[in-house]
């Protein structure tokens, strides 16, 4: 097999584990609330992470060359997993797993949004289109279809999960200026966020599983949400000619994410659902024809 091909395998399997991730988060959510579910998934990311360091011969990354970087893993750590996964999660509380994944899946355009104040770059006329485009389609998918009613599920969850989107790029935005070795940083990153979510379990929920299937939920998410997913998926692109070969396989997350929800959630998936996550991946692909290096550069870092 050449390394085309095997970025191409890296890149299918990554994207099939992550799209069945919503799946997990409704799933766990009906046994462990939004912090223990957290906890004990970024625990286990953490250890994981540990271990494939270990494998890698790479543990003597993880001593950082300043006080400085330390800091940032700590505020890294902090806007995710903490933050982040605490927004993300009360938003799948809320909300039907076929409505909070896509309206999760603007991210990409965000962090053109944010790029703009952040790294100096400018937006073209394909991306504002874009933007305009995924935002009727976020809209369909919230309100069921019913535009002038106007009327959503949660109002919460929804803003919540659009939330998530922004807090997401920043974080992207902010460790790609990070030069360090990708799994040590975020081993690291992961370290100091779950020393955070100790403390908001700490606060505002109990250290406890009722039920076994709670535990095995969290472990499934905090390996293929955060931790060994991320490592084929970094595996995928830099085995690939360019990042854009395997790139583009992102956008059947949110088609493969609603298959996994109807089968393994029982959701029925609303027809207005499907044709806004139509519009949301036609914004994200629409944002593709400006400055398409850019996009490249930028997917290599989600």
């Known amino acids: 097999m050449d390394r085309h091909t095997q970025a ?41 992470l540990f271990v494939i360091l270990v494998a890698q011969g790479n543990i003597g990354l993880l001593k950082p060359s300043s006080l400085r970087q330390y800091v940032r893993s700590a505020g890294l750590g902090l806007i995710s997993p903490a933050a982040y996964y605490i927004i993300l999660f009360r938003a799948y509380s809320l909300l039907p797993a076929q409505e909070a994944q896509p309206l999760n899946m603007i991210w990409p355009l965000v962090i053109v949004l944010l790029s ?6 400018r937006i073209g006329k394909y991306t504002i289109l874009a933007m305009l485009v995924s935002f009727f389609g976020t809209l369909v998918i919230s309100t069921h279809g019913d535009l002038l009613g106007f009327s959503f599920t949660s109002v919460e969850g929804t803003l919540l999960a659009l939330g998530s989107s922004f ?10 200026k990070d030069e360090r070795d990708e799994v040590a940083k975020l081993f690291l990153t992961f370290l100091f966020g779950l020393i955070f979510v100790t403390v908001a379990v700490a606060l505002f929920s109990e250290f406890r ?41 992102i956008y059947l997350d949110p088609i493969l994410s609603l298959i996994f ?16 996550s139509v519009f949301v991946i036609g914004g994200l ?8 290096e850019d996009t490249a550069r930028l997917s290599a870092n989600s």
């Open 167 to 176: 807090l997401w790029a920043f974080y992207w935005i902010t460790n790609v």
């Open 209 to 249: 599983v009722d039920d076994a299937r709670g535990l095995l939920g969290a472990a499934y998410i905090g390996a293929f949400e955060m931790g060994v997913t991320f490592v084929v998926w970094s595996k995928a692109l830099s085995t690939a000619r360019t990042t854009a070969n395997v790139s583009h396989l």
């Open 116 to 121: 703009v104040p952040m790294l100096g770059q």
């Open 285 to 292: 692909l629409l944002r593709g024809l400006d400055r398409p």
């Open 261 to 276: 929800i109807n089968l393994f959630v029982g959701e029925t998936i609303l027809v207005s659902t499907i044709i806004g």
């Open 8 to 48: 191409y395998v890296y890149a299918a399997v990554a994207v099939l584990l992550w799209a069945t991730v919503a799946s997990a988060f409704k799933l766990t959510l009906r046994y462990l609330d939004v912090y223990q579910m957290l906890f004990y998934a970024s625990a286990a990311s953490t250890s994981l």
